[in-house]
């Protein structure tokens, strides 16, 4: 960690249903990254990372000043003559951990699979932080120059069913701001899906924390479940390490914060197991 200490929230839960977490920056070089390069840093993690493959790249989301309430979507810089590099998935052998790479941004994913234990935030912030260092180390020393952020997202991905709470509270008592109401007789049915989001300024700046739930069938057994993503993005007034760490600190802090404020007390104490 660079001789400092990341704090993180003082809220902890031993089995939340937290079912992926993933970092991202997205970043700007002054040439752009060849395919070739995608080959000489995968050389240096393919011993965590041994399967790779390509997809389409990710576009670009970059958030306006706080106090808007819109984002920006952006096609990739295409430089002349040079079509945008592919994304490249560097996955771990278990298939839990995976880097993805392109002209324009890395991201680090942990994803829980089968396994009922995931790393805390201090650790994974730790391994991202490692790989990014190598990733722009390995630009520079490749002749592509230094990679400077211009943009941080922290996303938490939650999948809440019948088994980690959805039994308890059901669908209209899960979200504290989207509660539904059932005093009297309703003309509407209950939802047959819906998708709902809300979007909260950070503080100092910081960019926003976007909310979103929705209605969606896990397989194998199509069960219905609600997805609740929590995802911050946005960028510190200063650019450097300290200001990186201290925006994924205050990240961190509100998307904990931010999901326990959103979801039922019964289920932080009887199924979540808030510590």
């Known amino acids: 960690m660079h001789g400092e200490t990341l ?23 002054p040439k ?30 970059i958030e306006g000043p706080s106090q808007g309430a819109t984002v920006t979507a952006i096609p990739l810089l295409q430089m002349v003559n040079i079509p945008p590099l ?56 490749e002749g592509f120059g230094e990679a400077d952020d211009n943009q941080y997202e922290l996303l938490y991905v939650n999948l809440i069913g019948p088994e980690n709470g959805l039994a308890l509270v059901g669908e209209g008592g899960l979200l504290a701001d989207h509660t539904r109401h059932s005093k009297g007789e309703r003309f509407l049915p209950d939802p047959s899906g819906f998708n709902w989001t809300s979007t909260y300024p950070l503080p100092n700046e910081f ?7 929705q209605a969606v069938l896990v397989p194998p057994d199509s069960k219905r479940h609600v997805r609740l993503d929590l995802v911050a993005r946005g960028f510190p007034p200063t650019g450097g390490e300290a200001s990186r760490r201290q925006w994924f600190q205050l990240a961190h802090e509100w998307i904990v914060e931010g999901f326990t404020d959103s979801t039922p007390a019964i289920l932080h104490k009887e199924v979540w197991k808030r510590l």
């Open 32 to 61: 752009p990254m060849s395919g070739a390069f995608i080959g000489i840093f995968w050389s240096q993690v393919r011993d965590k990372f041994p399967d790779l493959s390509e997809v389409s790249p990710i576009q670009a989301v």
């Open 86 to 141: 592919r994304r490249a998935i560097l996955k771990s052998q278990d298939g839990r951990h995976i880097i993805q790479l392109q002209q324009d941004r890395f991201i680090l994913n942990w994803t829980r699979g089968k396994s009922t234990t995931y790393p805390d935030f201090e650790t994974a912030f730790s391994e991202f932080e490692s790989q990014l260092a190598l990733l722009k180390k390995t630009l520079r020393a």
């Open 207 to 213: 960019g926003r924390l976007h909310i979103t739930a």
């Open 7 to 29: 704090m993180s929230s003082p809220i902890k839960f031993q089995n939340p249903p937290v079912g992926e977490v993933a970092f991202s920056v997205s970043f700007q070089t």
